[in-house]
């Protein structure tokens, strides 16, 4: 054979051995696919996602799955063993009984007007139902932190601190100080953070706090990046309890001149409700930290004199159960709307189910108006909103694009009557891979309050017209279109 022949035949095996690998790796992907389709049960805009991320990146893009779309759903994540000597599934199963039965003593008729909201969250979350509670509304990040600050300041046995992001700056050590000088006075400090979110945090910053005695725990450090623990949590002395939006940093103050002032909300509670907020941190702690895990003691949830009448639950979620329970009570929120719903939110990717349920208020005549931001804090986040707020303009809702800095809050009223303050984003990520957590309130005084506040934050908005929406330049809307259908995985 000669030195042609040769390489001709070298040719030829080269294409057989890249034809075979081509070949291998299109089998393997449709046997991913098929995974992807028929085992892992996903929703289908989360399938679709996957499927082109595995069509354009073949391998890769399984690898990215396994790492990405964990199943947490039949994983036991938070246990508390002492959970039971506090009667928690006594309760519950006494209250569901009495509102089937039409027993159970509403001390509002707010409260009565949402048995089967109640009921929902009793059953499928655990989220019992309190009346007796007092709730202070924040809307500015000084004036909520000023608050805990000196809440914290007068606390006499122990300060549980829960934030999704906790910064290195002024309002970081400004909130540590405080911590560790109540360690020092031999009050129980604990602080539990996210490792993703508060990942640019240095090695020593805790230091002085665990010398003092304050103990320290980090959710999933270094393992399941996709999956985070969001939730925004404090409690002082278990009569004190802090929900809402606001992270720590001072971005969170308006000093970030990205973003401006920082629009947010957060509730400061008193009352048995803050019972349930304690033993949300709880399960959250132990779950974090085995070197330290609580052991029931009665401090923890003292008598709580009665603060107020206002109805409340807290609701958690996350990918460790079977329900989306917040985006549930959303969309029942929104169906149960005579009147009118109102919504901010910083990001608005809602499932099917959530999108259908406002686009239905808004046709049935109900004044749906939702407010977004007027700047990115994730671009494609940001895209992926302009997409969908698309389909509320036709409907008839009303659109609001914040632009006096940046809003956070993840707020919902309906009919001055129910509302919600939380941590949960009117956003797939957070109904199907954060670990978040919502107050309900049946209230008239508090839902009345939020309305009053999304009605003077128009003053400070731009409606969106439909008409300046179909305006937009083919590229945006392409950039959009294309966010809109990654974002089920982002």
Do not use: C
Not at 66 to 73: A, G, H, M, P, R
């Amino acid at each position: 054979m000669n030195l042609s022949s040769q390489l001709i035949a070298i040719e030829e095996a080269e294409v057989d051995i890249t034809s075979f690998i081509i070949s291998g790796i299109f089998i393997v992907n449709i046997i991913f696919a098929i995974v992807v389709i028929f085992f892992e049960r996903q929703n289908p805009n989360s399938t679709w996602a996957w499927l082109m991320v595995l069509m354009f990146l073949p391998v890769i893009g399984f690898i990215l799955y396994l790492i990405f779309n964990q199943n947490f759903s039949r994983k036991h994540l938070f246990y508390w063993p002492d959970e039971e000597k506090m009667g928690i599934t006594n309760r519950i199963t006494e209250q569901t009984e009495a509102i089937k039965n039409g027993s159970f003593p509403f001390k509002n008729e707010d409260s009565a007007a949402y048995k089967d909201n109640i009921y929902m969250h009793l059953v499928n979350s655990g989220a019992i139902l309190t009346q007796d509670n007092a709730v202070t509304i924040y809307t500015d990040g000084r004036e909520k932190f000023n608050a805990l600050l000196a809440d914290i300041k007068h606390a006499t046995d122990h300060i549980h601190i829960q934030y999704y992001i906790i910064h290195e700056d002024g309002l970081g050590k400004e909130l540590l100080s405080a911590l560790t000088e109540k360690a020092r006075q031999g009050i129980d400090v604990r602080i539990l953070y996210d490792y993703m979110g508060s990942r640019g945090l240095s090695a020593n910053f805790f230091s002085d706090l665990k010398q003092a005695g304050g103990l320290v725990a980090v959710f999933f450090p270094h393992l399941h990046l996709n999956y985070r623990n969001h939730r925004k949590l404090a409690i002082i002395d278990g009569g004190i309890g802090y929900i809402g939006g606001f992270n720590v940093g001072d971005e969170y103050l308006g000093l970030n001149d990205k973003f401006g002032y920082w629009r947010d909300t957060h509730l400061r509670t008193q009352g048995q409700v803050v019972h349930a907020l304690q033993t949300r941190f709880i399960l959250d702690w132990n779950q974090a930290s085995k070197r330290h895990p609580f052991i029931y003691q009665e401090r923890y949830f003292p008598d709580t004199p009665e603060a107020g009448n206002v109805g409340a639950q807290i609701v958690a979620s996350g990918p460790d159960t079977e329900w989306q329970q917040i985006r549930n009570g959303y969309v029942k929120m929104i169906l149960s709307a005579k009147e009118y719903v109102y919504l901010q939110t910083p990001y608005f990717i809602p499932s099917e189910a959530l999108l259908n349920a406002v686009e239905i208020a808004s046709l049935s005549g109900i004044d749906v108006r939702i407010m977004i931001p007027d700047k990115p804090d994730h671009m494609f986040v940001y895209w992926a909103t302009m997409s969908n707020v698309g389909d509320l303009l036709k409907a008839g809702a009303r659109v609001y694009v914040y632009e006096n800095g940046f809003i956070h809050a993840k707020t919902l009223v309906a009919d001055d009557t129910m509302s919600s303050v939380g941590t949960a984003n009117f956003d797939i990520r957070s109904f199907r891979l954060n670990f978040e957590v919502n107050a309900f309130l049946y209230d008239q005084a508090a839902s009345t309050e939020l309305r009053r506040v999304f009605e003077q934050d128009i003053h400070l908005a731009k409606e969106l017209t439909l008409e300046e929406y179909h305006k937009r330049p083919m590229m945006v809307k392409l950039k959009e279109s294309v966010s809109r259908l990654l974002s089920p995985i982002l």
